[in-house]
């Protein structure tokens, strides 16, 4: 799987958007741009996917440069529950998902 | 419909003894993969399985580590005669038949495991 690069950490301050970046240069065609988050002492989470347009779910959107190499994940309205690391992830789905560093989100009240 | 189950949550061994974590995947899900986090560091895959079969064993040790995913119930991962650095959160994650739109698996809460 091509490899992701994202800040290794963040801070927002309560109630406000969150833009996490991710770049993906080496992205290839077949790639799809998965976002995980994980708590503190709970499994990873599925947050969204996308391969090409722009996601939007109830967690959370997925934007995506038209070149494919970055996206970049939006929390609308951080919550302190929204604290977590975040996983950008890429995947054609032949091969089990290969976690790297990810992005440590700190939620300010 | 339940998540990905694991059990036992906490599990304490000592050196020595054998440890044994179960799977059971998300309701029509026919795909497992067991991950492990060892304190302050990230996720390693250790094994993908479908039924009776290993598909990827890539990030398992090569010794002391077994996993199996059996016909019927759970998928197993069992490690033999533990040593302190097995201590670790051990996660297991299941798919449904191959999707197409991308490889989206979903967690259980883990298996913590702590050698004495």
């Known amino acids: 799987d091509a490899k992701t690069t994202q800040p290794n950490s963040m801070e927002s301050n309560e109630e406000e958007p969150v833009h996490l970046p991710c770049n993906h240069s080496?992205?290839?065609?077949?790639?799809?741009i998965h976002w995980y988050r994980q708590l503190p002492s709970q499994g990873p989470e599925y947050v969204i996917h996308?391969?090409?347009s722009n996601v939007n779910n109830r967690m959370a959107s997925l934007a995506i440069a038209e070149d494919r190499k970055s996206s970049t994940l939006i929390l609308h309205r951080a919550t302190l529950r929204d604290a977590a690391v975040y996983y950008c992830?890429?995947?054609?789905?032949?091969?089990?998902?290969?976690f790297g560093k990810g992005t440590r989100l700190s939620v300010i009240a | 419909n339940a998540g990905v189950m694991q059990n036992p949550r906490h599990l304490v061994r000592r050196r020595g003894q054998e440890a044994r974590l179960r799977c059971s995947p998300m309701?029509?899900?026919?795909?497992v993969y067991w991950y492990r986090q060892l304190p302050e560091e990230g996720l390693k895959f250790m094994v993908y399985?479908?039924?009776?079969?290993?598909?990827?064993e890539s990030g398992m040790p090569k010794e002391r580590f077994s996993a199996e995913f059996p016909k019927e119930g759970p998928s197993i991962l069992r490690i033999q005669q533990v040593v302190r650095g097995d201590s670790a959160a051990y996660f297991c994650?299941?798919?449904?038949?191959?999707?197409?739109?991308?490889?989206?698996?979903?967690f259980g809460e883990g298996s913590w495991l702590t050698v004495v």
């Open positions: 994650a299941s798919s449904p038949p191959k999707n197409p739109r991308g490889n989206t698996i979903y």
């Open positions: 080496t992205i290839s065609g077949t790639d799809y």
């Open positions: 996308g391969l090409t």
């Open positions: 992830i890429l995947n054609s789905g032949n091969t089990p998902l290969v």
């Open positions: 309701k029509g899900h026919s795909h």
């Open positions: 399985l479908q039924k009776e079969n290993i598909i990827d």
